[in-house]
């Protein structure tokens, strides 16, 4: 699970996994 990933993505501001749906 990259769910470190999925939050520095979500805070960067990039779409995030599909599969997590972050919002």
Same mark, same amino acid.
């Given at each position: 699970m990259?769910?470190?990933?999925? #939050?520095?993505?979500?805070t960067? !501001? #990039?779409?995030? #996994?599909?599969?997590? !749906? !972050?919002?």
């Amino acid at each position: 699970m990259d769910v470190e990933l999925v #939050l520095r993505k979500d805070t960067i !501001g #990039l779409p995030s #996994l599909p599969a997590v !749906g !972050g919002t």
